[in-house]
């Protein structure tokens, strides 16, 4: 039966399509390194605002957190793209789409680095304390650099998540390589051949992407934190 | 002036009362050992000093400056109180001299150069130059607490805290630290230190102190107080650790 | 608030959740079954039976479910399998899951301490027994605060349902702003509230069963 289904394969329409599939590629490639940039940014400062001295900035990070990372990223991008212009905010596709998918991962993030943060140890506090460093001396210096290495394991899942998430983008019509995918498909309706593609290029690219985290990872541990 | 001046000093965790009432005095130059059951607040003590801990009743005075005064602020405080605690507290993600040039640095505002400069000295003085660019997980425990010296000196402080600096290393390892400390003292550096080394704190210390539930029972001169101590607590737990 | 919004709220919820809710909850059986099944085959230490497994977990959690979805529902029938939305979206996220599944019931059985195993084995049980009398009682408590994740995880990711024409809570929103673009708006936000309220609470407990578990 396998065999079966296999004869009906047609690859020809992939090596067609390689120059567009390659772009959107690219494109996810893109959209992912702008995303993690913008993650961490959210997740850092998200993380300082959920463990500082401040009730409301505490309650802030907390309620956003909470709310995007309970609510799904699909839903996000449609109310980044569609709702937003309602109230006079025209995003283009991608904007829209990448914010979302940085608010989204970024509110996870928040909650991995809030738990790496919980993790270093007290008397690392106490010492940069008692050498009289300030507040944002500490965070800086002692406690995110440790914060991160702890936490670097479940970040690089959520960073593996972004890229996959990426693939949401196309609903709204933003390019990167799923949505190439549906283009071709629209025109040519066959379809295994390449969503088999699309699926390679996203495991080869979580491969290598985990592959650059476990060495990194590895790397960090050597000096033993 | 006293460079460190206790007086009635109250403090509570939570239904805990763990300083019940302490006024303690120590003079430039001096060297006070603070000896004592486990439970009994000397760790406590220390940390009213330099505000890690902020006291509940009575008043702290250091280098004439008082830690309840809201206009006096942490870091005038710290800047004058160096700290060496007993888990080392190294920072892991920096080598050795980045450990001891952080606080110059960022603190006093040393340039980078000059900051190097004065670690590495400091660096030499515990016997540690060579593993300047170590990182503290390649150190044993006893050169890691000597970073941790150097790294508090480095901030040029008036009084020196020890807070069991050597109860987290193994016996044969103490000695390299507490010789370290002892040319600290021949400098006539305002120490106080919390221990359970006797020999150190009888040889060493020119002030002693022994607490037990959160008051001092007994001070005086070291000798005096190991050969002829006069409250029966005091004699209990000496008997027990000599 | 309009009454235009009224209205499509009502049909959003009325008609939307049960489809969410009942894609959901399937493919949350699928997962666990998937996964206690797989989990337990790779307590085995089977050298081929783990590579399969291994393999299955990884194409499953590398590729974007988003793509397995479209190619469960459009790429399938080129091959002969032809399975309704419904079914797609269920046996997508049920596959997805299940993967993810199979990770959570390995860690629980390999955080128990093999010395447990071990002293069973002694006893005179047998691997079967070893395993449901001892691994498994304490295994499933562990198991419990990251299948409550999982949960949240698939409800979220039930939202792609509506990419292929599912009728969930998304999708019937985007048929009612189809006369009307500015209910974007406040149909979103109520949806995004709705997979709040059903997503947030189980968060919470499974943040608080995680630490009185520890």
């Known amino acids: 039966m396998p065999l079966l289904a296999a004869a009906r394969l047609d690859f020809s329409i992939v090596r067609e399509s390689l120059p567009e599939l390659g772009s959107g590629a690219l494109w996810t490639l893109e959209v992912t390194a702008t995303g993690i940039v913008g993650m961490l940014l959210v997740g850092i400062v998200g993380a300082a605002m959920r463990t500082s001295n401040s009730a409301p900035a505490r309650g802030f990070a907390t309620a956003f957190a909470e709310f995007f990372r309970n609510t799904p990223p699909l839903v996000h991008i449609f109310f980044a793209y569609f709702a937003l212009p309602v109230v006079g905010i025209k995003l283009p596709a991608f904007v829209a789409g990448t914010l979302a998918l940085v608010f989204y991962q970024g509110a996870i993030a928040i909650e991995i680095l809030r738990a790496g943060i919980e993790a270093v140890p007290k008397g690392q506090f106490e010492a940069a304390s008692a050498l009289g460093l300030s507040g944002f001396e500490q965070f800086r210096s002692i406690v995110m650099p440790q914060a991160f290495r702890i936490s670097l394991p479940a970040l690089g899942n959520n960073l593996i998540s972004l890229l996959k998430n990426t693939s949401l983008i196309s609903a709204i019509g933003a390019i990167e390589i799923t949505g190439v995918a549906n283009d071709i498909i629209a025109i040519r309706l066959t379809s295994a051949e390449l969503y088999l593609t699309v699926g390679a290029f996203y495991l080869c690219s979580v491969f290598i992407l985990s592959g650059i985290l476990r060495s990194t990872e590895a790397r960090l541990a050597r000096y033993g934190t | ?242 | 608030m309009s009454p235009a919004y009224f209205s499509a709220l009502r049909d959003v919820i009325v008609h939307g959740l049960p489809v969410t809710v009942e894609v959901s909850f399937a493919s949350m059986l699928i997962a666990v079954a998937g996964g206690l099944i797989l989990g337990v085959v790779r307590a085995l230490r089977n050298p081929a039976l783990d590579a399969i497994v291994i393999a299955y977990v990884e194409v499953l959690r590398g590729i974007p479910l988003l793509v397995l979805m479209f190619f469960v529902f459009f790429g399938l029938p080129q091959l002969g399998f032809h399975f309704p939305e419904i079914p797609s979206a269920i046996i997508a996220l049920g596959l997805w899951g299940a993967a993810n599944a199979t990770e959570i019931v390995r860690g629980a059985i390999f955080s128990i301490a093999s010395g447990q195993s071990e002293a069973g084995s002694a006893l005179g049980l047998g691997w079967l027994q070893v395993m449901t009398s001892i691994v498994l009682p304490q295994a499933l408590r562990r198991m419990i605060p990251p299948f409550m994740s999982l949960f949240v995880a698939i409800v979220e990711s039930s939202s792609l349902a509506a990419l292929i024409g599912v009728r969930d809570l998304l999708e019937i929103v985007r048929i009612k702003v189809e006369n009307d673009a500015t209910l974007w708006l406040p149909l979103l936000i109520s949806i995004l509230f709705i997979y709040f309220l059903i997503n947030y609470p189980i968060s919470l407990l499974s943040q608080r069963l995680e630490k009185r578990l520890a």
């Open chain 2, 1 to 242: 002036m006293a460079m460190v001046a206790m007086s009635h000093v109250r403090k509570a965790f939570g239904s805990n009362e763990v300083l019940k009432d302490i006024s303690l005095t120590v003079d430039p130059d001096e060297v006070c050992c603070i000896i004592g059951p486990s439970g009994s607040g000397k760790s406590t003590v220390l940390r009213c000093i330099n505000r890690l801990v902020s006291i509940d009743g009575g008043e702290v005075i250091v280098d004439g400056l008082s830690v309840t005064d809201p206009k006096v602020k942490d870091v005038d405080l710290r800047r004058r109180v160096g700290m060496v605690f007993q888990q080392f507290n190294l920072f892991p993600h920096m080598t050795a001299l980045q450990n001891v040039t952080l606080a110059p640095r960022k603190v006093r505002g040393l340039a980078g150069a000059q900051a190097e400069e004065t670690a590495m000295r400091l660096l030499a003085k515990v016997g540690l130059r060579e593993k300047a660019q170590e990182y503290p997980a390649q150190l044993s425990g006893g050169q890691q607490q000597r970073v941790a010296i150097a790294r508090a000196l480095a901030m040029e402080p008036k009084v020196m805290l020890f807070d069991e600096a050597t109860s987290a290393l193994d016996p044969e390892i103490t000695g390299e630290v507490l010789a370290v400390m002892r040319d600290l003292a021949a400098e006539h550096t305002t120490m106080i230190i919390v221990t359970h080394e006797m020999g150190f704190a009888r040889e060493v210390g020119t002030h002693l102190v022994f607490m037990d539930g959160g008051v001092i029972v007994e001070e005086g001169a070291p000798r005096a107080i190991f050969e002829n101590p006069q409250a029966e607590r005091t004699k209990a737990f000496l008997s027990k650790v000599l």
